[in-house]
């Protein structure tokens, strides 16, 4: 081998080694900051099976404040109301006309609607004078069970049997309890979802009864 060989062939070495090290040098380098490095087809596959590809196998919860949205119908005239009541005889929303209605879809394995009842009693004692009916729905439970519920909360208002959930449908009250305040008008002006307290109903019951002062009452059991 010529010198000349010799030279030329030691630099083809050189270059051949100097490129396999950047190459080295390079697949250990991280990303810089704020980028992501590029996935194998592999990894995106894999990405998006678990991000998108298909509904989550954990059904999502709907929340509370669209049940408000969908269901209370502020300002509109409220749905007719006609069902059995505990004891005989019948509760018709149209009967009610001209008096401020406030309305509980409940059942009595809703564990809220016994803390609620409570205070719907002092409600309906404190603020009877003012014209105020106060009605609960039991939904899809039989007589019964609607009446010793009644007994043990000792219940001071009447109380409607919604055997087959029609009138809950009607209402569009999906979760129970559920609250409705009506106007003398007959126009739903307030609703929320169970469990409330004593300031809650208060603020609410206000928004039908102009002209009184609407307070809580001074204990409130605390919702649960």
Known sequence: MTPRTATVAGLGAGAAVALLLLIGFAAFVPAPAGEEPSASPSDGVVASLGASAGPSLEPSPTPRSSLIVAGFHIGQPAPALKVPQLGGGEIDLASLAGQA?????????????????????DFAARYADTGLVIIAIDVREDEDTASAFALDTSAAFPIGLDLDGSAQAAWEAPVLPVHFWIDAAGVIKAGALGPIGGDAMAANLQTILPGVEVTPPEASPSPS
Do not use: D, I, K, Q
């Open 101 to 121: 209605v406030w309305a509980n879809f409940m059942a009595t394995y809703a564990t809220p609607s016994r803390a609620e009842f409570a205070l719907m009693n």
